[in-house]
């Protein structure tokens, strides 16, 4: 089992910033996915932007040059940090880890909100 427990997210203005942080523990494989993914009310989840045991990184394309995900392999934690926030942006951010083969972790969720 893996635990993933989110932090960071808030309200922020349009064009500000937030960091969101998710710390794994339990069972960690050393061969592993860890990313993003948001929800809007009324929409569907989807990847905001995932990166590997070796730091290769993708994207969506509605945060490329926007956000960067990042990861300390020491502390099993990965980061987001979010520019030039949007409103369409807000959402419910989940961290989710990945062992190929072995399991597919959620956090619980963190709110982002980006409005005026």
């Known amino acids: 089992q893996v635990q993933l427990v989110e932090s960071g997210g808030g309200l922020v203005q349009p064009g500000g910033s937030l960091r969101l942080s998710c710390v794994a523990s339990g069972s960690i494989f050393s061969i592993n996915l860890m990313g993003w993914f948001r929800q809007a009310p009324g929409k569907e989840r989807e990847l905001v932007a995932r990166i590997n045991d070796g730091s290769s990184t993708i994207y969506a394309d509605s945060v490329k040059g926007r956000f960067t995900i990042s990861r300390d392999n020491a502390k099993n934690t990965v980061y987001l940090q979010m520019n030039s926030l949007k409103p369409e942006d807000t959402a419910v951010y989940y961290c989710?880890?990945?062992?190929?083969?072995?399991?597919?972790?959620w956090g619980q969720g963190t709110q982002v909100t980006v409005s005026s």
């Open positions: 989710n880890y990945v062992a190929p083969g072995l399991g597919n972790y």
